[in-house]
């Protein structure tokens, strides 16, 4: 691979690390792109997906992603993979056999880890899979560094024969910084060649790749010891020396100006006897990684001594404000400085959208009694929370319908009136439920399944996916027929419901009917994500305070746009005291999607405008 | 009556210009900041802009970090170490201000926004926002852009009127805020940009109104 050559200094752009990573895959002659949507890794397919030349996809789930990249690179392009930490899970299978393979074109994993839990239901730290997998690990430290080690990753794949791991964190995917590109790479792409020894992963060729594979490990740990992206930066004041990367690296430079530094780029194979050569030159070392203790482990290994997790946070960013007293009382210093991150007020808890979908399946939930529910991954999860606290686990993507599955299995005599449902998104179904449906068919399970479709991946932006029936551009594709799809995997025609989630009555009907049913069932909503173009406004509504009665039945629904003006706390006839909770609606957020008006007796909540008035501003 | 001090800090000095720009989802938190980190680029800085924001378009908590200078190495800002603040709304102006340096500049947007779970009654909304943040260790100002956006018609003008407001304050000319504001609108049209032109200078004049409760 050329050396990337600097440009101009006007070129400067001003981006985040996930389009840095984008621009790197254009620079460096990737034309084969895949991802599934995930935070903090979502907007880097998005970004890739605007140059033409490069083929794009969202895959429907991680270890799709994978293999299509895989198959891209066999091919003898240059591939990119995307997803974020918890995906790697998913994709790990194709990895781990992958590894033996190698790479043809270049096969670049970039992986965001979401350090801090920022929109995630774990912290595990992506490194491992580095060990794990036999993989190469660069780490940038922020949006610079995310477009040099992308494109440096391509070549490395290549010259090694092997994937390729970038580790991002959240704090470089969303942390826009000055990024210079370089000039573009001509790459020549390959043929396939037909290798079955190599591409064939029986037992017999298997086991002929794995000392192969030993070797490549042996390689790639000299080049690491030498290799210019793991440096020295000398310091005047030796008392600590750090050893660090990623994000984690500006913290320690921002905290400690003075102290040197070893700077991890190419982060697994470690350095090993580099680190031992710098450990010699200060009076303490102290490695400053983020989540897992895994330089600091395979450093204590090799006889390095150390401080490491002992004195510094297993869980969450290691920003300037967290080293600070922890390296203090390492010198025995008193930490006078009181660093507190906020003062301590209400919470602004996330909440489902004003007249999301999902709200009357909650409402409707929260009122069926004797119910265990398996939720799963996406907006819908917010369901937990006030005021439905209608889920009663959260897993991993398609755990909804094998975990109810499960449950309904594993239920003692007590629990055996209770109704067992399942929660599940469009995308998180076809990406890992459709699995979890076939083996309730199949293995005569009762569980009624809630398949909520607003026709986008909704957490992440809105994304489309196959319930969209567009791609990535926006352009026409399949879209896939649900009623059809679950039919296919066994569930019986007259046990499908498609139901739009506005119409409360229709859903207690069809969830009430269902829950009594002792086989699979499906019931299917059918309405837009809000955040997506396919949604359309209707005109906003209001609560007339003359006739509201203050029941509150409406904040079941759970509604942003509902507000409480007025509390009274009244005596009723059998003498006990009830809160009254008179309310308005913010006219101005809500799109009049009319839900609420199914839960208010009084009929208090009307129209904010005549019809006349409506035309009025349409026509104006 | 306060009048427009130009602040202390000096182009070309090696000192970084911290400011944090807080508020909720949807109010353009981000965009204000992305703004304020493309002057700053202009000019020839480092700049590095961080947020953190769990789930931005879901009414939470958003807050922005912008940091440039000669080289901006962390691009978090530290408790103690905010030079200004650009606040959406009192309550986030509150939450954030142990970030703030003695003396720092605050100006808050005094429109509040009371989210459901405060509305329900599970919490409580602080009584005096602002007299809280007036204990004399920053140099407050407030005034109401919320309700100004909505004369000017429409109420995502907030960050405009709420870029104004702070465009006398920063270590370069408000022009230079300005022509990063309005480069965002160039595609969008002469009457987008027009209006967001009329929301910058309502803010910088509103700035050159507004009391001041406190001063260090």
């Given at each position: 691979?050329?050396?990337?050559?600097?440009?101009?200094?006007?070129?400067?752009?001003?981006?985040?690390?996930?389009?840095?990573?984008?621009?790197?895959?254009?620079?460096?002659?990737?034309?084969?792109?895949s991802?599934?949507?995930?935070?903090?890794?979502?907007?880097?397919?998005?970004?890739?997906?605007?140059?033409p030349?490069?083929?794009?996809?969202?895959?429907?789930?991680e270890?799709?992603?994978?293999?299509?990249?895989?198959?891209?690179?066999?091919?003898?392009?240059?591939?990119?993979?995307?997803?974020?930490?918890?995906?790697?899970n998913?994709?790990?299978d194709?990895?781990m056999t992958?590894?033996?393979?190698g790479?043809?074109?270049?096969?670049?994993l970039?992986?965001?880890?979401?350090?801090?839990l920022?929109s995630?239901?774990n912290?595990?730290?992506?490194?491992?899979?580095?060990?794990?997998?036999?993989?190469?690990?660069?780490?940038?430290?922020?949006?610079?560094?995310?477009?040099?080690?992308?494109?440096?990753a391509?070549?490395?794949?290549?010259?090694?024969?092997?994937?390729?791991?970038?580790?991002?964190?959240?704090?470089i995917?969303?942390?826009k910084?000055v990024?210079?590109?370089?000039?573009p790479?001509?790459?020549?792409?390959?043929?396939?060649?037909?290798?079955?020894?190599?591409?064939?992963?029986?037992?017999?060729n298997?086991?002929k790749?794995?000392?192969?594979?030993m070797?490549?490990?042996?390689?790639?740990?000299?080049?690491?010891?030498?290799?210019?992206?793991?440096?020295?930066?000398?310091?005047?004041?030796?008392?600590?020396?750090f050893v660090?990367?990623?994000?984690a690296?500006?913290?320690?430079k921002?905290?400690?100006?003075d102290?040197?530094?070893?700077?991890?780029?190419?982060?697994?194979?470690?350095?090993?006897?580099?680190?031992?050569?710098?450990?010699?030159?200060?009076?303490?070392?102290?490695?400053?990684?983020?989540?897992?203790?895994?330089?600091?482990?395979?450093?204590?290994?090799?006889?390095?001594?150390?401080?490491?997790?002992?004195?510094?946070?297993?869980?969450?960013?290691?920003?300037?404000?967290?080293?600070?007293?922890?390296?203090?009382?390492?010198?025995?210093?008193?930490?006078?400085?009181?660093?507190?991150?906020?003062?301590?007020?209400f919470p602004?808890?996330?909440?489902?959208?004003?007249?999301?979908?999902?709200?009357?399946?909650?409402?409707?939930?929260?009122?069926?009694?004797?119910?265990?529910?398996?939720?799963?991954?996406g907006?819908?999860?917010?369901?937990?929370?006030?005021p439905?606290?209608?889920?009663?686990?959260?897993?991993s993507?398609?755990?909804?319908?094998?975990?109810?599955?499960?449950?309904?299995?594993?239920?003692?005599e007590?629990?055996?009136?209770k109704?067992v449902?399942?929660?599940?998104?469009?995308?998180t179904f076809?990406?890992?439920?459709?699995?979890?449906?076939?083996?309730?068919t199949?293995n005569?399970?009762?569980?009624?399944?809630?398949?909520?479709?607003?026709?986008?991946?909704?957490?992440?932006g809105?994304?489309?996916?196959?319930?969209?029936?567009?791609?990535?551009?926006?352009?026409?594709?399949l879209q896939?027929?649900?009623?059809?799809?679950?039919?296919?995997?066994?569930?019986?025609?007259?046990?499908?419901?498609?139901?739009?989630?506005?119409?409360?009555?229709?859903?207690?009907?069809?969830?009430?009917?269902?829950?009594?049913?002792k086989?699979?069932?499906?019931?299917?909503?059918n309405?837009?994500?809000?955040?997506?173009?396919?949604?359309?406004?209707?005109?906003?509504?209001?609560?007339?305070?003359?006739?509201?009665?203050?029941?509150?039945?409406?904040?079941?629904v759970?509604?942003?746009?509902?507000?409480?003006?007025r509390?009274?706390?009244?005596?009723?006839?059998?003498?006990?005291e009830?809160?009254?909770?008179?309310?308005?609606?913010?006219?101005?957020?809500?799109?009049?999607?009319?839900?609420c008006?199914?839960t208010?007796?009084?009929?208090a909540?009307?129209?904010?405008?005549?019809?006349g008035?409506?035309?009025?501003?349409?026509?104006k | 009556?306060?009048?427009?001090?130009k602040?202390?800090?000096?182009?070309?000095?090696?000192?970084?210009?911290n400011?944090?720009?807080?508020?909720?989802?949807?109010?353009?938190?981000?965009?204000?900041?992305?703004?304020?980190?493309?002057?700053?680029?202009?000019?020839?800085?480092?700049?590095?802009?961080?947020?953190?924001?769990?789930?931005?378009?879901?009414?939470?908590?958003?807050?922005?970090?912008?940091?440039?200078?000669?080289q901006?190495?962390?691009?978090?800002?530290?408790?103690?170490?905010?030079?200004?603040?650009?606040?959406?709304?009192?309550?986030?102006?509150?939450?954030?201000?142990?970030?703030?340096?003695?003396?720092?500049?605050?100006?808050v947007?005094?429109?509040?926004?009371i989210p459901?779970?405060?509305s329900?009654?599970?919490?409580?909304?602080?009584?005096?926002?602002?007299?809280?943040?007036?204990?004399?260790?920053?140099?407050?100002?407030?005034?109401?852009?919320?309700?100004?956006?909505?004369?000017?018609?429409?109420?995502?003008?907030?960050?405009?009127?709420?870029?104004?407001?702070?465009a006398?304050?920063?270590?370069?000319?408000?022009?230079?805020?300005?022509?990063?504001?309005?480069?965002?609108?160039?595609r969008?049209?002469?009457?987008?940009t027009?209006?967001?032109?009329?929301?910058?200078?309502?803010?910088?004049?509103?700035?050159?109104?507004?009391?001041?409760?406190?001063?260090?």
């Amino acid at each position: 691979m050329n050396a990337p050559q600097p440009v101009q200094q006007d070129q400067r752009q001003f981006i985040s690390g996930n389009e840095a990573v984008a621009q790197a895959a254009r620079d460096a002659g990737c034309s084969v792109a895949s991802a599934y949507p995930g935070t903090p890794s979502t907007e880097i397919l998005e970004f890739i997906a605007a140059y033409p030349e490069i083929y794009t996809e969202w895959s429907i789930n991680e270890k799709v992603s994978l293999e299509v990249a895989i198959g891209a690179s066999l091919a003898g392009s240059r591939a990119l993979c995307a997803m974020k930490h918890v995906g790697v899970n998913v994709a790990s299978d194709a990895l781990m056999t992958q590894t033996l393979i190698g790479a043809v074109g270049g096969l670049v994993l970039v992986v965001a880890d979401d350090v801090g839990l920022s929109s995630s239901q774990n912290e595990q730290d992506s490194r491992y899979w580095g060990r794990f997998a036999h993989l190469p690990v660069l780490e940038p430290a922020d949006a610079q560094e995310a477009y040099e080690m992308t494109r440096l990753a391509f070549g490395l794949s290549e010259q090694y024969d092997v994937p390729v791991m970038v580790r991002l964190t959240t704090r470089i995917c969303h942390v826009k910084g000055v990024v210079v590109c370089s000039q573009p790479d001509i790459y020549q792409h390959k043929n396939f060649t037909k290798d079955p020894a190599r591409y064939v992963m029986v037992p017999g060729n298997a086991k002929k790749r794995i000392p192969l594979m030993m070797e490549r490990d042996q390689q790639l740990s000299q080049v690491s010891e030498e290799h210019p992206l793991n440096r020295i930066e000398s310091g005047s004041d030796t008392e600590i020396g750090f050893v660090t990367s990623g994000a984690a690296y500006f913290h320690v430079k921002e905290t400690y100006p003075d102290a040197p530094v070893f700077k991890l780029g190419l982060s697994h194979p470690a350095p090993i006897e580099a680190i031992r050569d710098f450990a010699a030159s200060v009076n303490r070392l102290v490695v400053v990684e983020e989540v897992e203790p895994l330089l600091e482990t395979e450093l204590r290994a090799a006889g390095i001594s150390l401080y490491g997790k002992d004195i510094l946070p297993r869980i969450g960013e290691l920003s300037p404000q967290v080293l600070t007293p922890c390296i203090d009382k390492l010198l025995g210093k008193n930490s006078d400085e009181k660093l507190i991150s906020t003062a301590e007020l209400f919470p602004r808890p996330p909440t489902l959208c004003v007249a999301c979908p999902h709200l009357g399946i909650y409402y409707c939930l929260s009122h069926i009694k004797n119910t265990i529910i398996a939720g799963d991954i996406g907006c819908y999860t917010l369901g937990a929370g006030h005021p439905w606290n209608a889920l009663d686990t959260t897993i991993s993507m398609g755990a909804s319908l094998s975990v109810a599955q499960g449950i309904d299995k594993g239920r003692s005599e007590a629990d055996q009136n209770k109704n067992v449902l399942a929660v599940i998104g469009d995308s998180t179904f076809m990406h890992m439920g459709m699995q979890g449906l076939l083996d309730i068919t199949y293995n005569k399970g009762n569980v009624t399944v809630l398949l909520l479709d607003n026709r986008a991946v909704g957490m992440t932006g809105g994304q489309n996916a196959p319930s969209s029936g567009l791609n990535i551009h926006g352009e026409a594709t399949l879209q896939v027929d649900f009623r059809k799809l679950c039919e296919a995997l066994g569930v019986k025609p007259e046990r499908i419901h498609e139901v739009n989630p506005y119409e409360l009555p229709t859903l207690f009907k069809a969830l009430r009917e269902e829950v009594k049913i002792k086989e699979p069932s499906v019931i299917i909503t059918n309405q837009p994500c809000v955040l997506t173009e396919r949604y359309s406004k209707l005109p906003p509504l209001k609560v007339d305070e003359d006739r509201c009665t203050g029941c509150s039945n409406c904040l079941d629904v759970g509604c942003p746009a509902i507000l409480v003006s007025r509390k009274e706390t009244v005596i009723k006839p059998n003498g006990r005291e009830k809160e009254l909770s008179f309310v308005n609606i913010d006219t101005a957020a809500c799109t009049g999607c009319n839900l609420c008006t199914n839960t208010c007796a009084p009929d208090a909540i009307v129209p904010a405008f005549n019809v006349g008035n409506i035309n009025a501003v349409e026509v104006k | 009556m306060m009048t427009s001090q130009k602040p202390s800090l000096e182009l070309n000095s090696d000192a970084v210009t911290n400011i944090l720009v807080v508020g909720i989802g949807g109010q353009g938190v981000m965009t204000a900041a992305d703004v304020l980190s493309q002057a700053a680029l202009a000019l020839g800085y480092d700049v590095k802009k961080t947020e953190v924001a769990g789930m931005a378009q879901r009414g939470g908590v958003v807050t922005s970090h912008v940091r440039f200078g000669k080289q901006v190495l962390s691009p978090a800002i530290r408790p103690g170490d905010a030079d200004m603040m650009i606040a959406f709304e009192p309550a986030e102006a509150l939450r954030w201000h142990t970030h703030m340096k003695s003396g720092a500049v605050v100006m808050v947007n005094d429109y509040p926004l009371i989210p459901p779970v405060v509305s329900i009654g599970l919490y409580d909304y602080p009584d005096n926002p602002l007299g809280q943040l007036a204990d004399g260790s920053v140099e407050l100002h407030h005034f109401n852009a919320g309700e100004a956006a909505i004369e000017l018609g429409d109420r995502r003008l907030v960050n405009s009127i709420m870029l104004g407001a702070i465009a006398d304050h920063l270590p370069f000319s408000p022009e230079i805020l300005e022509q990063a504001l309005l480069a965002r609108f160039q595609r969008k049209g002469e009457a987008l940009t027009e209006l967001n032109r009329r929301a910058f200078t309502l803010g910088r004049q509103a700035f050159n109104q507004v009391d001041s409760l406190a001063t260090a």
